[in-house]
């Protein structure tokens, strides 16, 4: 895998990236909760895990091992999410390149990425949109 974005030209939409595993471990999860200070008890009361931690598992660099060039912005990004995600589940994440086009001489990729749980249930989609330099 590359350490840097390759160039606009050598991506495709339909492009897919090979399965990448996570697993949301109980000191992951502690650390993420206490990062961002989030006071919901569900999460330690009932062992969930919290969606925003989706942030995390769903980084571009993480499932194709991509580092953005200097000069990359992150446009946007959207999560849906379909299902709670017990503490140790091992999730497994698939990437794709969905869109690409030039807008105003910026050259955008759009990435999704989805997220299954051990059973094969969809947990999480997430869609991020990203401005590669010259």
Not at 16 to 25: A, G, L, R, S
Not at 56 to 84: C, D, F
Request: glycine fraction near 6%.
């Amino acid at each position: 895998m590359a350490d840097v974005f390759e160039s606009y030209d050598s991506y495709y939409v339909g492009q897919k990236f090979p399965c990448f595993t996570y697993t949301v471990t109980e000191e992951k999860i502690k650390k993420y909760i206490e990062a961002v200070q989030d006071q919901n008890s569900l999460y330690l009361q009932k062992n969930i895990v919290p969606p925003a931690l989706a942030a995390v598992y769903t980084r571009w660099p993480m499932i194709t091992g991509m580092m953005g060039r200097p000069g990359t912005i992150h446009a946007k990004q959207q999560y849906q999410y379909y299902k709670s995600i017990p503490w140790n589940t091992v999730l497994s994440i698939y990437g794709e390149i969905v869109d690409k086009y030039i807008k105003k001489n910026r050259k955008y990729i759009v990435q999704q990425v989805k997220v299954f749980d051990e059973s094969g249930s969809l947990v999480t989609v997430s869609k991020a949109t990203v401005i590669l330099p010259g």
